[in-house]
T-cell receptor
Framework: DTGVSQNPRHKITKRGQNVTFRCDPI?????LYWYRQTLGQGPEFLTY????????KSRLLSDRFSAERPKGSFSTLEIQRTEQGDSAMYLC???????????FGQGTRLTVV | AQSVTQLDSHVSVSEGTPVLLRCNYS??????LFWYVQHPNKGLQLLLK??????LVKGINGFEAEFKKSETSFHLTKPSAHMSDAAEYFC????????????FGKGTHLIIQP
């Protein structure tokens, strides 16, 4: 499969717990984006990587959020001490320079109870 | 800077009638433009894309869109709506890396009346 893969697809967690999501981009794509989409809203930019470097971060990304992309391949998004407001769909996209489109994963739906 | 404006937050049509979802963009570059559909609790599904080739683009499920540079528009159309078309639709512009490189419109909720 050569598409963008996100795991898990669904996650239910209790408030205060930590969660980690994974995004596997298309092989050799050097650009990777994370977005968050709350119910009834459009996706909002969270952060952007070029290779292993996290070049941009939205103000939406509070101190409880951290994203990494070791070795410039897969990426992880961790949320510490989850709150009910973190309940959302988390989307990942990848692309590379010279390609005129980005490819999205199916998303991870987080529910904080 | 880059922005995408979807002119209607909701569009309601009767089954079997034409659909028009409007999208305008603003960009310092020549972006690629996309339409995605999202059904409830699902991920984004690519409907069609414009990446600098033909300005009239045909997509899946009978949808098409026309890129008009002079009007900075990329409106989505379908000749005859089907009940299964009821969903949220997003217009997206891509012009490169960074927070502004991949920009979403706010979405249009398409309602199909029987």
């Amino acid at each position: 499969d050569t598409g963008v893969s996100q795991n898990p697809r669904h996650k239910i967690t209790k408030r205060g717990q930590n969660v980690t999501f994974r995004c596997d981009p298309i092989s050799e794509h050097n650009r990777l984006y994370w977005y968050r989409q709350t119910l009834g809203q459009g996706p909002e930019f969270l952060t952007y990587f070029q290779n292993e470097a996290q070049l941009e971060k939205s103000r939406l990304l509070s101190d409880r959020f951290s994203a990494e992309r070791p070795k410039g391949s897969f990426s992880t998004l961790e949320i510490q001490r989850t709150e009910q407001g973190d309940s959302a769909m988390y989307l990942c996209a990848s692309t590379e320079e010279g390609i005129r489109e980005a490819f999205f994963g199916q998303g991870t739906r987080l529910t904080v109870v | 800077a880059q922005s995408v404006t979807q002119l209607d937050s909701h569009v309601s049509v009767s089954e079997g009638t034409p659909v028009l979802l409007r999208c305008n963009y603003s960009s310092s570059y020549s972006p690629s433009l996309f339409w995605y559909v999202q059904h409830p609790n699902k991920g984004l599904q690519l409907l069609l894309k414009y990446t600098s080739a033909a300005t009239l683009v045909k997509g899946i499920n009978g949808f098409e869109a026309e890129f008009k540079k002079s009007e900075t528009s990329f409106h989505l159309t379908k000749p005859s709506a089907h009940m299964s078309d009821a969903a949220e639709y997003f217009c997206v512009a891509y012009s490169g890396g960074g927070a502004d490189g991949l920009t979403f419109g706010k979405g249009t909720h398409l309602i199909i009346q029987p």
